[in-house]
């Protein structure tokens, strides 16, 4: 048996009192935080399953074992002859680890095994579990006699396995760390036997600063993410670990590098280490390939994206017999996750998903739908299973969202992702029908928000605040965790009640809603009205030149005063275009747009060349372009707003008819069109039937 001293010491206390110590009164006796009782207790589920026992609370929350007395007295046998140790399994794989990665690049295992204080028997048991682990990442883990252990690897390889190794194992103890160290609790020793504590710090609110400045939220996971990959950047090169020149160069994503560039050379400064452009490079992929928290912020242009998505969406929809072709939600909540999630698989960085087996398992036929989608949409690209699972979680929650509301107000901190949270925010709802409104907060937005809003909180990870009181539960909310829900919500009746009663008339709420969704049909009036207005069809005589056309389009807008300064709007279309191709493939249209403070109404116009012009699609090929495609926006967009710029970039090329009316020169037919997908979303999103 494997078990720590606390451990030990929790199931000896539970014995000798059962019923009667709690989580609360545990943590005073230990003298340890209610957290950590509870990750304890986890633990010690497992170990009871051992001996056909099972931990159980009473209704006063008194903790118990129940089973058979031969069983308990099996249990207390064994647990006098076991010496616990307070290392665990995962632990002692790390410091393995972290040896092999950086000393060597041979190793004799006795010698390995003395420095791990473990068996040889133990050392190659694990040696066997890291092999399969840094197989994934290219890095060979060989055995030969004679020879020992010997590592062969890229250093790029070896950066990306050690960093998921932390982040799969020890995420939710790097969180705990950085926000104690937050608080001012100084540490001595390297966090996770690793990480100079100085340098997290320094690492953290750099980062931290850096991303505010350029209002950049990442979902919880990929934030920790990145400050992981930077320190541990940090610290091998400063052990002389440097990088072969094999990572792509800020070409294409230059605000991604400028902005990591800053990073790093703030961090150069303060912890006067050395990091070179190549460090700059790998860590820019990272950041890259991180999830935004707020599907808001995704622009509109990712028109190739958008038209796929749509399509899994109806193939979906059809499999399953549920129409989900008008949830604009699930549409922008996968536009927000795949744009970075197919980034990473082409640049072969982990997507390690721990809740796969359970997706597959919970939905089995979901999950079959969108898999066979994903493989006939995305021909060029192969999703494993944990990438499936996460596109299952985004349709799990679509269709979990139309239930009965009552009175109850849940928060959920959830930093697994867009789509977990959705899913769990939905299963609440329909398990658990007094709970109205549920919530959905990273750890950073939840630490500054009003606790007195919400009746319950409800997480998927220990959160480091002693003072709050949380149900900790599975992100797929098995029965046990309702039943933790449904007690908790008992148990306070009188209290949520109170809590009720003491709020202001619900009457201001009512105003409040109503004013809002005035404010939403005046987005939208505003919105079609400016597009429909504005609307113009132009020939043009392009000469070869369509940067030529761009000027002329943008000074008659000028002219027509739905925009200023039209200097400084070409430069931003100009910019745009050499972030990436505009062209739309297996199509003669290009689509230039923007958003800039010097536009003052949404606009979108058309412009025919007589002759064709060469331009970069989106693709990365050369191609000819016949029809120009002019959209303009302001640079504050509301969330209506955006969808109606989504509803015309994704119709651009949603069928063969669509392509052939964007691309003809009749002002009247396309028109026609704007006013029909108008009409459509109208009826769909606003008049109820």
Aim: proline share 3%; aromatic share 8%.
């Amino acid at each position: 048996m494997f078990i720590t001293s606390r451990e030990k010491s929790i199931i000896e206390l539970i014995v000798k009192t059962s019923g009667k110590h709690t989580v609360y009164s545990l943590s005073a006796f230990l003298n340890v935080s209610g957290r950590t009782v509870q990750r304890n207790l986890k633990s010690i589920e497992s170990i009871l399953k051992q001996y056909h026992l099972e931990l159980k609370r009473t209704a006063n929350e008194g903790l118990f074992i129940d089973g058979k007395n031969e069983h308990i007295y099996r249990l207390i046998q064994n647990l006098a002859d076991v010496s616990p140790t307070d290392e665990t399994p995962e632990e002692r794989k790390l410091n393995l680890l972290i040896i092999l990665l950086h000393e060597g690049p041979s190793f004799k295992k006795q010698v390995l095994a003395r420095q791990l204080g473990i068996s040889v028997t133990t050392l190659s048991s694990y040696l066997d579990e890291l092999a399969d682990w840094l197989q994934k990442y290219g890095i060979t883990l060989t055995r030969k006699r004679g020879v020992g252990v010997e590592l062969m690897a890229e250093e790029a390889d070896k950066r990306h396995a050690l960093a998921s190794f932390f982040l799969v194992h020890f995420y939710e103890d790097i969180i705990e760390t950085l926000y104690g160290m937050q608080e001012g609790h100084h540490l001595d020793e390297p966090v996770l036997g690793y990480f100079k504590p100085d340098y997290l710090l320094a690492v953290d609110q750099v980062v931290n600063h850096h991303l505010a400045d350029e209002q950049i939220t990442l979902t919880d996971s990929d934030y920790i993410g990145l400050v992981v990959h930077i320190c541990l950047t940090v610290q091998r090169t400063e052990k002389g670990f440097g990088l072969q020149q094999r990572e792509p160069s800020e070409e294409g994503a230059p605000r991604e590098f400028q902005l990591m560039d800053m990073i790093c050379g703030e961090l150069k400064q303060r912890l006067s280490v050395s990091i070179n452009d190549l460090d700059v490079q790998f860590l820019t992929v990272i950041l890259k390939g991180s999830k935004v928290q707020d599907p808001e912020v995704v622009y509109y242009d990712s028109i190739l994206l958008g038209h796929l998505i749509k399509n899994i969406i109806k193939d979906v929809s059809a499999d399953l017999h549920v129409d989900l072709s008008d949830d604009f939600s699930l549409f922008q909540g996968l536009l927000a996750h795949m744009g970075p999630s197919i980034f990473r698989l082409q640049q072969e960085l982990d997507l390690f998903n721990p809740l796969t087996d359970e997706i597959k398992k919970k939905y089995p036929v979901l999950f079959l739908a969108v898999k066979k989608s994903l493989e006939m949409e995305f021909r060029d690209i192969s999703f494993p299973d944990d990438e499936v699972a996460f596109i299952v979680l985004h349709f799990g929650s679509a269709m979990l969202m139309n239930e009965e509301k009552v009175n109850v107000q849940a928060v959920v901190v959830c930093p697994t992702g867009i789509g977990t949270s959705k899913m769990l925010a939905s299963r609440i709802q329909r398990e658990l029908s007094m709970i109205n409104k549920v919530e959905i907060l990273s750890i950073k937005d939840f630490q500054t928000a009003d606790l007195e809003e919400y009746d319950i909180v409800i997480s998927t990870v220990r959160l480091p605040f002693t003072e709050v009181e949380y149900i900790l539960v599975s992100p797929l909310l098995s029965e046990k965790d309702i039943g933790f829900i449904q007690s908790y919500l008992q148990n306070n009746v009188e209290k949520l009640t109170r809590k009720k009663y003491l709020k202001p008339s619900q009457k201001s709420d009512g105003k409040a809603e109503v004013r809002m969704l005035l404010q939403e049909i005046k987005d939208v009036h505003s919105s079609m009205e400016a597009i429909l207005t504005n609307f113009r069809v132009y020939r043009k005589q392009s000469a070869g030149n369509h940067v030529r056309i761009l000027i002329e389009m943008v000074e008659q807008a000028y002219r027509d005063g739905l925009l200023q300064q039209p200097r400084v709007v070409l430069d931003q279309l100009l910019e745009r275009e050499k972030k990436g191709g505009l062209g739309i493939p297996n199509t003669n249209m290009g689509l230039f747009h923007c958003r800039d403070h010097n536009v003052n109404k949404l606009i979108f116009q058309v412009a025919h060349l007589d002759e064709p012009c060469k331009i970069k699609g989106m693709d990365g090929a050369e191609m000819e372009m016949k029809s120009l495609l002019l959209m303009l926006a302001p640079e504050e967009l509301s969330r209506r707003e955006q969808e109606i710029l989504s509803l015309i970039s994704t119709s651009l090329i949603e069928d063969h008819r669509s392509m052939m009316i964007y691309s003809s020169t009749n002002e009247a037919i396309i028109l026609k069109k704007l006013e029909e997908i108008f009409l459509d979303y109208l009826q769909t999103n606003l008049i109820k039937e």
